[in-house]
């Protein structure tokens, strides 16, 4: 009986130790938490420390958009998993992340064109952090992102391709320039 509480216990933690990470307790309840889930002497008592805090939130299962000598268009909705890999060869990828959640946190976006092209369209309320890098192509960022607790990291690189991340505001920007 002993175990099973044990590992609940370390499994409350955790659950702990994420919603104070993403801001969803503030020090002083997060120590009041721990503090009972060290005092607790039943499965029971556990669950009551968090039953309170959202749910955790399932992210998505496809973390690979590749295409090789071809074409991929994605919109995904939902919730976008904390680390996305998006591969282009010959080929070209098209990523609409527009209605899709971001968790609180850094969401990784790994980015990699060899004579393709890979364009990711993010929604309102995003902070970018771009770091990738090209060879003989083109990495960008259009667009101006908010002051927000969901950041997304662009990595990767862009060999004789392009990748473009595109922002709202670039999009209302493009179309004017289009009258």
């Known amino acids: 009986m002993n175990s099973i509480i044990s590992v609940s216990r370390e499994r409350i933690i955790e659950q702990l130790k994420r919603h104070y990470a993403n801001d969803e307790l503030t020090e002083a ?14 499965v029971a ?13 399932t992210p998505r299962a496809d973390t690979k958009i590749s295409a090789t000598l071809s074409g991929q268009e994605r919109k995904l909705a939902g919730v976008v998993p904390r680390e996305l890999s998006v591969k ?22 790994d980015v990699r064109s060899f004579m393709g092209y890979v364009e990711i369209h993010l929604p309102v309320g995003v902070r970018v952090e771009s770091h990738g890098h090209a060879l003989f192509g083109y990495f960008a960022l259009k667009g101006i992102d908010d002051e927000s607790q969901s950041i997304v990291r662009i990595t990767g690189r862009a060999i004789f391709g392009y990748a473009e991340v595109i922002l709202p505001d670039a999009e209302v920007e493009d179309d004017e320039d289009l009258e």
């Open 29 to 42: 309840e997060f120590e009041s938490r721990l503090k009972e889930a060290y005092a607790a002497r039943s």
């Open 45 to 57: 008592d556990l669950e009551n420390i968090v039953s309170d805090l959202p749910a955790p939130v």
């Open 88 to 109: 282009s060869r010959l080929g070209y990828v098209e990523l609409d992340l527009r209605d899709a959640t971001f968790a609180p946190g850094v969401t990784a976006i």
